[in-house]
């Protein structure tokens, strides 16, 4: 069935409201994943880590991202959508602070894993919950200002500790009262953490977590109130007939009567884990130090993060024009032959340097090329694989299974996360940039491949019509 397009009972005012308070846990997402850029020098001097070390202090939030991914998808099921929201705003504004005041290495891993159990419950609730109190015809454009809402949380990480360095010297100079720079970097996130706190108290639980609860009359009430009483009426009905009668949602539900994975579940750890073996986080980690490492300064190094930011936004917001329109398989396609060229180029420019000591010494040309292409690359991610995965995670997975699902590929996005940021160290220091890069522009080409077979569309469906 395809969306009604509802009218003028819709309540666009009160959608706007909810869709903007739970993104802001998508611009915590990206300015806790975008903070750690500007401090891998004050991490490498506090702590004396080496380059391993290095890529495990910077790593260590995806694993809480992991856990905090799967446990919130089963989470949400049992407390709702909104609850556990509002306890990954407490997690975020705990581990801002301890990130900043930490003294070895073991406290700054463990404030990071608790970071990490809030920005992986945001990264797949935030978009779930969008998708669930939007309407269908508009749904992709609401649920894809979430990636626009990370990408200005990256931005205003990589601007903020820009500014800190500036201002201080450097990342390592010392600050106010004392204390370096860097640590005034985690420090600044526990404001968007207490209004994201505050903001949730003031909207309501996901109506079809409600309908899931037996909470007829309150889900009735949300709906009334976004839609109107009669297509509230309707939607609760659809709901309830989406809903397997027997039993609460289950893993098992994930499975096949014959005790296989069902295909959609393959698809959207598809999507997930692709999303990150086209190395996108690497230039949100190592930004600063992947081009101090061509050639750049400090300085410079923080000043192309935040053009690269500025480039995203603008990325997502064509995408939130279009997405509705051209569908999310084309995005898609878009995007990965797009990164497959970009990378590639990278990975050729790379290959034409040589080392001065312990940098890598760039022909003025293929410098230009690397950063033409680079920024040329954040942009097709952002008009893409970006917000595309994250719309598709929300709205793809049949009621029944839609938490299950998204534990699972949650948890898979973050441990792909993980392995690419972790080995990004190691591969510089071993296969150098050309072989990193080159590695991203194969998993790019090979997602062009799974798009095409295995990607199908979602636009325009409502949400108790998703099979697999």
């Avoid at 666009?12 to 846990?25: H, K």
């Avoid at 975008?34 to 506090?46: C, M, S």
């Avoid at 200002?145 to 500014?163: K, P, R």
């Avoid at 053009?307 to 398989?329: F, M, N, P």
């Amino acid at each position: 069935m395809q969306d009604q397009q509802i009218g003028g009972e819709t309540n666009f005012a009160f959608i706007t409201l909810i869709v903007g308070v739970a993104t802001i846990g998508g611009f915590l997402f990206g300015f806790d994943s975008g903070v750690i850029n500007g401090t891998v020098d004050g991490l490498k001097i506090a702590f004396n880590s080496d380059s391993i070390g290095t890529g495990f202090n910077v790593a260590s939030m995806l694993l809480g991202c992991a856990v905090g991914a799967f446990a919130a998808g089963r989470l949400a099921d049992q407390f709702g959508r909104r609850m556990i929201l509002l306890a990954s705003a407490v997690f975020f504004l705990i581990s801002a602070w301890g990130s900043g005041i930490a003294v070895s290495s073991t406290e700054f891993i463990i404030y990071r894993v608790i970071g990490g159990f809030a920005v992986g419950a945001a990264s797949v609730l935030a978009p779930v919950y969008v998708s669930e109190v939007t309407p269908a015809h508009m749904r992709g454009r609401l649920s894809s200002i979430q990636q626009i809402m990370i990408i200005i949380g990256l931005t205003a990480a990589f601007l903020s500790n820009y500014l800190l360095a500036g201002i201080a010297g450097s990342s390592t100079a010392k600050f106010m009262w004392g204390y370096e720079a860097w640590r005034w970097m985690f420090w600044i996130e526990m404001a968007p953490a207490a209004l994201f706190f505050v903001a949730l108290l003031f909207i309501p639980e996901s109506p079809r977590y409600l309908v899931l609860k037996k909470q007829h009359d309150k889900a009735q009430q949300v709906l009334t109130r976004l839609f109107g009483a009669a297509e509230a009426e309707r939607k609760v009905a659809a709901i309830e007939a989406s809903l397997a009668s027997d039993h609460q949602p289950r893993l098992s539900d994930l499975l096949t009567p014959t005790g296989g994975v069902r295909k959609i579940v393959w698809v959207g750890i598809g999507l997930a884990v692709f999303q990150q073996l086209v190395g996108i986080n690497v230039v949100f980690y190592y930004g600063a130090v992947l081009w101090q490492a061509v050639g750049f300064s400090e300085n410079d190094a923080l000043a192309i993060n935040v053009l690269s930011g500025t480039l995203s936004i603008a990325a997502c917001l064509i995408a939130i024009l279009v997405i509705d329109k051209i569908g999310r398989k084309p995005l898609l396609m878009i995007g990965s032959i797009g990164m497959t060229i970009t990378l590639g180029a990278m990975a050729i420019a790379f290959s034409t340097g040589s080392f001065d000591g312990e940098k890598l010494v760039l022909s003025d040309n293929a410098g230009l090329v690397a950063l033409i292409a680079a920024n040329a690359y954040a942009a097709l991610f952002n008009l893409s694989w970006g917000p595309v995965m994250w719309v598709m995670l929300g709205e793809m997975f049949p009621n029944q299974i839609r938490g299950s699902g998204l534990a699972v590929s949650g948890f898979a996005q973050w441990v792909a996360n993980f392995g690419i940021t972790m080995t990004f160290p190691i591969m510089l220091t071993s296969i150098g940039l050309m072989g990193a890069y080159g590695f991203y522009a194969i998993s790019a080409l090979i997602s062009v491949l799974f798009v095409a077979k295995l990607v199908y569309e979602t636009k325009g469906r409502e949400l108790e019509d998703m099979e697999g």
